[in-house]
T-cell receptor, first 116, second 113 residues
Framework: AQKITQTQPGMFVQEKEAVTLDCTYD???????LFWYKQPSSGEMIFLIY??????QNATEGRYSLNFQKARKSANLVISASQLGDSAMYFC?????????????FGSGTQLTVLP | GAGVSQSPRYKVAKRGQDVALRCDPI?????LFWYQQALGQGPEFLTY????????KSGLPSDRFFAERPEGSVSTLKIQRTQQEDSAVYLC???????????FGSGTRLTVV
């Protein structure tokens, strides 16, 4: 079963506007972490933001915020004031922390294009 | 070093050839991960090291894939008798501990012809 689902293969946004990238997850582990990464065409995975399952508040990092809805098992990324440099592939990922596994499980990604 | 370094950046191999991909993690990072990323897909976990110990190799797709980290720093992912389906970007990530964030390298793009 898919642990991380990103239903938007591609998204377009006008420069300076906000955009929401969707992510839903599936886990029975009560302790987990959710990550968002940006992957430009150069290939490197750039960490954006992290949300722990027990965190009371939604995570924010500059123009990035994570809309965490635990009951719905969703962790959407909101990018405010989009810039042309935000055009890239965006991945949602999860790490389950109760067991021995330490790896991230990734979704299939969303290709974001920022239009001038 | 300042980041995770992977080499070579690009590799073209003839089908049946053996290849070795190198990952140089951030100095002092205990945990090291290898991922395989097919074109247009998210990375898929291959294997995980804590220091020199390979704690999880459940993601290795076949016994043609082998990874090592003999001194707990540099790691090598070896693929024997490469097949076309092995064509992908191979990403390495390191972390200072099991509960910490991950830093990824730029990857090695392997093309098997």
């Amino acid at each position: 079963a898919q642990k991380i689902t990103q239903t938007q293969p591609g998204m377009f946004v006008q420069e300076k506007e906000a955009v929401t990238l969707d992510c839903t997850y599936d886990t029975s582990d009560p302790s987990y972490g959710l990550f968002w990464y940006k992957q430009p065409s150069s290939g490197e995975m750039i960490f954006l933001i992290y949300q722990g399952s027990y965190d009371q508040q939604n995570a924010t990092e500059g123009r990035y915020s994570l809309n965490f809805q635990k009951a719905r098992k969703s962790a959407n990324l909101v990018i405010s004031a989009s810039q042309l440099g935000d055009s890239a592939m965006y991945f949602c990922a999860m790490r389950e922390t109760s067991g021995s596994a330490r790896q991230l499980t990734f979704g299939s990604g969303t290709q974001l294009t920022v239009l001038p | 070093g300042a980041g995770v370094s992977q080499s070579p950046r690009y590799k073209v191999a003839k089908r049946g050839q053996d290849v070795a991909l190198r990952c140089d993690p951030i100095s002092g990072h205990v945990s090291l991960f290898w991922y395989q990323q097919a074109l247009g897909q998210g990375p898929e976990f291959l294997t995980y090291f804590q220091n020199e110990a390979q704690l999880d190799k459940s993601g290795l797709p076949s016994d043609r894939f082998f990874a090592e980290r003999p001194e707990g720093s540099v790691s090598t992912l070896k693929i024997q008798r490469t097949q076309q389906e092995d064509s992908a970007v191979y990403l390495c990530a390191s972390s200072s501990g099991p509960g910490d964030g991950y830093t990824f390298g730029s990857g090695t793009r392997l093309t098997v012809v």
